[in-house]
């Protein structure tokens, strides 16, 4: 993937910062409306593949290359069992036990539990691992180029 | 029931769109067929009242199209037409028909469509916000109800992105082979 | 009969691509269809859970609260199935993905996508 024009550039400079910040809100209000962290992680991930497709892969690996995502794919699987467990260490099951402080009124931010958290957990862990799916894809295909 | 009838139309227009994909020779356009058909079934699924699945299928679909777009821009377009009829052919002919026949006898047993017969809906339409605190049902299921599900959803992306890496780490450990 | 459309036409976008699957020498073509088996098993469950006239299963902030059991006021599809299909695609992503990385590759190894001659190449 070498990159397109000067005009597919510009635009997608334009366009990438509002793509991760919609992923961002997809993710964080999960329990309110419809989304989380599975379109949160689906719509960040597609902002990382249109920076590969515009800017190619090597302008792109130096700010997060497949190292990186691998390592968010894992942390945020490792955060979603952290958290789970540690519910389960109080005695509750997976959502309600930070509500103790939070379950507040319905529909404000600060009210599900445990739901907030486990949503941003499942929205690192889905764009990690499509990232990395996508990063590796394209290794693939071009060392087969070289060859 | 208008909502009903324009979903029907997608519904005829995503079969005809599934057999020209499966039938055309350049594969291109093939790729492209699919992504028509995956795009009907978002709408459909928001006409259906599914708007998290719609959100998740957008972008899914999104990513699937620019993936077998950029591996087909590095291979080949050019189909390579099926055999006319062999036993392999014939054998997949029965097997559908197989199928088909079990699908018919089994449409008379399920619920009519408009009235779903999952009797745990209720308890957590009583219940949901009370146990979670969320008012959005579809969360509720999915990371309280059933955490252990999307456990085992997290585990198996995990399985496939380390099989991707698997893939390329062959690639590399032979080239590497090759230059030493 | 016309009234239950929808497991009708779940059933052949399913057919269509168990029809690749089996019979087609592609593989791009197979990936294709083990797509269209998704969207089939998708459709049918999202279709399962439908109840006429209903709204999507998000309940209106004013109307409830934690400390108190919930009687609907108006109808609502169920979550249930929706719930499974959300995890359900994104496994399907991921696969697909896998599939083509495999196809990728194989093709760099045998220069086609035929599956017939790689298994004539093999030997």
Redesign the interface.
Request: proline fraction near 6%; charge should be positive.
């Given at each position: 993937m070498k990159g397109m024009s000067l005009i597919v550039r510009t635009i997608s400079r334009l366009i990438v910062a509002p793509i991760l910040l919609f992923g961002i809100y997809i993710v964080l209000h999960g329990h309110l409306t419809p989304g989380g962290g599975f379109p949160g992680g689906v719509i960040i991930a597609a902002g990382i593949a249109l920076l590969i497709l515009s800017y190619g892969l090597k302008a792109t690996t130096k700010k997060i290359n497949y190292d990186t995502t691998k390592v968010l794919d894992s942390f945020g699987a490792f955060l979603f069992v952290a958290i789970a467990s540690g519910a389960i260490a109080l005695g509750y099951f997976f959502a309600p036990y930070l509500g103790l402080i939070a379950m507040g009124t319905p529909a404000q931010w600060f009210s599900a539990g445990g739901i907030p958290y486990y949503n941003i957990a499942i929205g690192i862990k889905v764009a990690g691992a499509l990232a990395a799916m996508f990063i590796g894809l394209v290794i693939v295909i071009m060392m087969g180029e070289e060859e | 029931m208008e909502i009903i009838l324009v979903q029907w139309i997608l519904l005829v227009f995503m079969v005809v769109g599934a057999i020209i994909a499966v039938e055309i020779k350049d594969l291109l356009s093939a790729v492209i067929a699919a992504g028509v058909v995956g795009f009907s079934l978002t709408v459909v699924f928001l006409l259906l009242q599914a708007p998290d699945v719609a959100i998740v299928q957008a972008g899914v679909e999104v990513i699937t199209l620019i993936m077998l777009v950029a591996a087909l821009a590095k291979t080949t377009r050019e189909g390579i037409p099926t055999p006319w009829m062999s036993t392999g052919i014939l054998l997949g002919l029965v097997f559908l028909l197989l199928f088909l026949g079990t699908f018919a006898t089994g449409l008379t047993d399920l619920p009519p469509f408009g009235n779903p017969a999952i009797n745990v809906t209720n308890y957590y339409f009583q219940h949901g916000v009370q146990d979670t605190g969320a008012i959005n049902l579809v969360a509720a299921i999915i990371l309280d109800y059933r955490g252990y599900d999307t456990l085992g959803e997290a585990i198996v992306l995990f399985t496939s992105a380390l099989g991707v890496a698997a893939v390329l780490r062959g690639f590399k450990s032979k080239k590497g082979g090759k230059e030493e | 009969m016309i009234?239950?459309?929808?497991?009708?036409?779940a059933?052949?976008?399913f057919?269509?691509?168990?029809?690749?699957v089996?019979?087609?020498?592609?593989l791009?073509?197979i990936?294709?269809?083990i797509?269209?088996m998704e969207?089939g098993v998708?459709?049918f469950w999202?279709?399962?859970?439908?109840?006429?006239g209903?709204?999507?299963?998000?309940?209106?902030?004013g109307e409830?609260?934690?400390?108190?059991?919930?009687?609907?006021q108006t109808t609502?599809?169920?979550?249930?199935?929706?719930?499974?299909?959300?995890?359900a695609?994104?496994?399907?992503?991921?696969?697909?993905?896998?599939l083509?990385?495999?196809?990728?590759?194989a093709?760099?190894r045998y220069g086609?996508?035929?599956i017939q001659k790689m298994r004539e190449l093999k030997e």
């Open positions: - | - | 009234a239950n459309l929808n497991y009708v036409m059933a052949a976008i057919t269509v691509g168990l029809y690749a089996l019979v087609k020498r592609d791009i073509k990936i294709i269809g797509g269209f969207y998708n459709l999202i279709s399962l859970g439908y109840r006429t209903g709204t999507a299963p998000i309940i209106t902030p409830v609260s934690h400390t108190a059991s919930w009687v609907p609502l599809v169920d979550p249930i199935p929706q719930a499974l299909v959300l995890t695609i994104v496994i399907g992503l991921g696969t697909t993905v896998l083509i990385a495999i196809a990728v590759r093709y760099q086609t996508f035929d």
